[in-house]
């Protein structure tokens, strides 16, 4: 069974940069899948951050295009998120998901990443 | 890319049945058979319930269904049952290897 989770500082000061790590366990990260990330603000509905395949090939939501790095590592079988400029409008619970077939069907529990001073 | 719309709320009694509207346009639920529909129960993950427009996972009960009609998609759940209170998101496709979601929709058995 694929499991996938977040970990990260819970707590980020504006101006910083959010960094967020995805360990996936029962499956290999490179695999013929994508791997994503999409959050969630306090009280709000989900929005697509954005995914990577295992060979590093990303692709981001435009909204975010210009602050956002995600990144693999085959060899610990995870893959990270970098927000830089953080604001208030950055606090969400982060998720990290596989992709297959156009939806994500394995959704790690979510973390809360609050920012503020 | 602009979210879907979904209806904030939406509810039935127990056994009825509710429809579940998400709309787009012609460069996203219309244009791609990759709709994809997901239940949130509050302080969970989502869970994939209909992918590709139409089709279950396994282990999800065939009271959930899904189709679509131009740039509207639909999620129907038959029967319902007090644990289907939730809230529900949309998801499709959108071209240029973006993604979107819709606004949600609480669903609330009566």
């Known amino acids: 069974q694929v499991q996938l989770q977040e970990s990260g500082p819970g707590l980020v000061k504006p101006s910083e940069t959010l960094s967020l790590t995805c360990t996936v366990s029962?499956?290999?990260?490179?695999?013929?899948?994508?791997w994503g990330w999409i959050r969630q603000p306090p009280g709000k509905g989900l929005e697509w951050i954005g995914r990577i395949y295992h060979s590093g090939s990303t692709y981001y939501n435009p909204s975010l295009r210009s602050r956002l790095t995600i990144s693999v590592d085959t060899s610990k079988n995870q893959f990270s998120l970098n927000l830089s400029s953080v604001t208030a409008a950055d606090t969400a619970v982060y998720y990290c998901a596989r992709l297959s077939a156009g939806a994500f069907d394995f959704w790690g529990q979510g973390t809360l990443v609050t920012v503020s001073s | 890319q602009s979210a879907l719309t979904q209806p904030p709320s939406a509810s039935g009694s127990p056994g009825q049945s509710v429809t579940i509207s998400c709309t787009g346009t012609?460069?996203?639920?219309?244009?791609?058979?990759?709709v994809s529909w997901y239940q949130q129960h509050p302080g969970k993950a989502p869970k994939l319930m209909i992918y590709e427009v139409s089709n279950r996972p396994s282990g999800v009960p065939d009271r959930f269904s899904g189709s679509k009609s131009g740039n509207t998609a639909s999620l129907t759940v038959s029967g319902l049952q007090a644990e289907d209170e939730a809230d529900y998101y949309c998801s499709s496709y959108a071209g240029s290897n973006n993604y979107v979601f819709g606004s949600g929709t609480k669903v609330t058995v009566l």
């Open positions: 012609s460069s996203d639920v219309g244009g791609y058979n990759y």
């Open positions: 029962g499956y290999s990260i490179s695999s013929v899948y994508y």
